[in-house]
């Protein structure tokens, strides 16, 4: 990170930051707000040229890391918004970088970012491409695939597929061992959710036709708006 990121740091907070994200990755102490101003501030005066120089900045920065803070500041990047441009139009080389870094991610602040920024515009953008794709993901042993193939339509305001996100849940529901796993169950929920704000009797209907193969878990969080509603 640049030397103005690591100035303002505060190494005193770092283990309650640590703690609190259940990290086995360290932190440096830079308050999240701090750290998107600075990777804005050091964006403008180091602008990028194009796609492929994004890339270039953001797979070093994210497989150097030693403290989480420099993968936050490597998705701080990605989600800069003249840089979002870029990621539309280079498709085939970030998926790998997004795939790995879902992977060594491994844990819900990565995998909810990651999904809900660059992988929703790349679907919204490549529906062609990404739909085959999360749905095999859906599929994979690995939950974190699973999660991010859930959640990525929750920020759609365009171009939303009701059957995808069904196509991406089921897998995950009833014996699968995916379905006693808690980040699988929370996602689960939260997509519904998101889901039942524009469509609640279809998400009530959901959980009602598989109510004895979903976690308590996931029924909460997946009637949480509807319920409220409903009072």
Same mark, same amino acid.
Request: proline residues 7%.
């Given at each position: 990170?640049?030397? #103005? /990121?690591l100035a303002a740091a505060v190494p005193a907070l770092a283990p309650a930051m640590q703690?609190?994200?259940k990290s086995a990755m360290p932190f440096h102490g830079i308050a999240a707000p701090l750290r998107r101003r600075l990777v804005g501030t050091a964006a403008l005066a180091h602008p990028l040229a194009d796609a492929q120089s994004l890339i270039?900045?953001?797979m070093p920065l994210w497989r150097g890391a030693t403290r989480r803070e420099e993968r936050y #500041? /490597?998705?701080?990047l990605l989600r800069l918004p003249r840089h979002q441009k870029w990621i539309d139009l280079a498709l085939?080389?970030?998926l790998p970088l997004l795939h790995e870094m879902l992977l060594s991610g491994a844990w819900w602040d990565h995998n909810d970012e990651i999904s809900g920024l660059a992988l929703g515009l790349l679907l919204q953008r490549h529906p062609d491409t990404m739909k085959p794709l999360l749905r095999g993901w859906a599929r994979s042993d690995n939950l974190w695939l699973r999660r991010a193939a859930m959640l990525c339509q929750r920020r759609l305001k365009q171009g939303f597929d009701a059957v995808l996100l069904y196509d991406c849940i089921l897998p995950s529901v009833g014996d699968s061992a995916m379905a006693k796993q808690f980040f699988i169950g929370k996602?689960?929920?939260w997509a519904l959710r998101e889901r039942s704000c524009?469509?609640?009797d279809e998400v009530r209907?959901?959980?009602a036709e598989y109510h004895a193969q979903l976690s308590p878990l996931t029924r909460r969080e997946a009637l949480r708006v509807v319920d409220k509603r409903a009072r």
């Open positions: 990170m640049s030397a #103005a /990121a703690a609190c994200m270039d900045t953001v #500041a /490597a998705l701080d085939l080389p970030l996602g689960m929920g524009a469509a609640p209907a959901f959980c």
